[in-house]
């Protein structure tokens, strides 16, 4: 099972998927393609209420509001124009520390209106998808 956020305007995908306890699997693919195992150990749920956050908004909301896993390796904040278009803006990283330390920051961007569709989407995968 997994769960993803398509952008509406090109071929870029932020794809969950592998959860575990304390633990997900997040995919980008789009020009360039990466993935890390992330720590979600104090927030397990911690995307699906971001995503619920954002859907209960009735109209575009000024300033970003972000999630972030709890060793920073995946950031993601989400901003919407006036015009109801909202664009995910993530890093995603691994080896912290590591010689070989790795980053990829892009964005998602998908319609205002989605949203409500991509918060159940992420609530049943969050809530029904352990391993």
């Known amino acids: 099972m997994e769960f993803s956020i398509d952008s509406s305007i090109s071929n870029n995908s932020l794809r969950f ?4 306890p304390e633990y997900v699997t997040v995919c980008f693919s789009g020009v360039v393609s990466a993935s890390a195992r992330v720590c ?3 927030d397990e749920t911690g995307i699906s209420n971001w995503l619920n956050k954002l859907a209960s908004f009735s109209k575009p909301w000024k300033s970003a509001i972000e999630w972030q896993s709890l060793e920073s390796q995946f950031i993601i904040s989400a901003t919407c124009s006036s015009l109801g278009e909202v664009r995910l803006s993530f890093q995603l990283s691994d080896l912290h520390g590591h010689p070989e330390e790795w980053q990829v920051s892009s964005s998602v961007v998908t319609d205002f209106g989605q949203l409500p569709v991509l918060a159940k989407q992420a609530e049943h995968f969050f809530n029904h998808a352990r391993t």
């Not at 998927?17 to 575990?20: A, C, G, R, V, W």
């Open 17 to 20: 998927s592998k959860l575990e």
């Open 40 to 42: 979600t150990y104090t």
